[in-house]
């Protein structure tokens, strides 16, 4: 099993572009989600969802959209790229939350000019 | 929401000697609580978990107490070695639910 994985690992964006992070897992995990890693403020929750075609908003939804069509992939878009979208992004999955353990993947650092 | 503190943010310890990592939280619904490992360039790695059902639970070098009343859990690691040297993250989360909140990390250095 490949497990969790993310591409691109780096990207450089400039203000206003927009670019889809791309995560899919190999688990047959039906929650995934994604978060955003800043120094200091640990990893924050931006959008999650529990099953294809379902999904919700985390804790700093804005300026991200997610769709999730299949079981195996959950992408995450950035429509506008602003400045303060720079920061590492995880995707994370588990067999169905709660109290199961969440296997991140490696990661994608992006930074917008 | 719920919101979590963890401290320290930079712990050193001597190879052999124990390192203490604190987290509280605000949510009293908040009744699962998950510790990460994150290694230089990789995602976070489940360590070690408890529930709020539990007082404490260990697993070889790794143990976690969680105080309800206090709203405070922590992280103890015993005989650490130079590979536990990582950042370390809690979280907490109201179990069945689906919004995990970490604290700000903990980055801890072994020193041989």
């Known amino acids: 099993n490949a497990g969790v994985t993310q591409t691109p690992k780096f990207q450089v964006l400039k203000t206003g572009q927009s670019m889809t992070l791309q995560c899919a897992q190999d688990m047959n995990h039906e929650y995934m989600s994604w978060y955003r890693q800043d120094p200091g403020m640990g990893l924050r929750l931006i959008h999650y969802s529990v099953g294809a075609g379902i999904t919700d908003q985390g804790e700093v939804p804005n300026g991200y959209n997610v769709s999730r069509s299949t079981t195996e992939d959950f992408p995450l878009r950035l429509l506008s790229a602003a400045p303060s979208q720079t920061s590492v992004y995880f995707c994370?999955?588990?067999?169905?939350?709660?109290?199961?353990?969440?296997?991140f993947g490696p990661g994608t650092r992006l930074t917008v000019l | 929401g719920e919101n979590v503190e963890q401290h320290p943010s930079t712990l050193s310890v001597q190879e052999g000697d124990s390192a203490v990592i604190k987290c509280t939280y605000s949510?009293?619904?908040?009744?699962?609580f998950p510790w990460y490992k994150q290694e230089l360039g990789k995602g976070p790695q489940l360590i070690i978990d408890?529930?709020?059902?539990?007082g404490e639970k260990k697993d070889q070098r790794i143990a976690v107490t969680l105080n309800k009343t206090a709203k405070h859990f922590s992280l103890h690691i015993t005989e650490t070695q130079p590979e536990d040297s990582a950042v370390y993250f809690c979280a907490a989360s109201a179990g069945g639910g689906n919004q995990f909140y970490f604290g700000t990390g903990t980055s801890l250095t072994v020193i041989p």
């Open positions: 408890i529930r709020s059902n539990v």
């Open positions: 994370a999955s588990s067999y169905s939350g709660g109290y199961n353990e969440q296997f």
């Open positions: 949510d009293s619904a908040s009744n699962y």
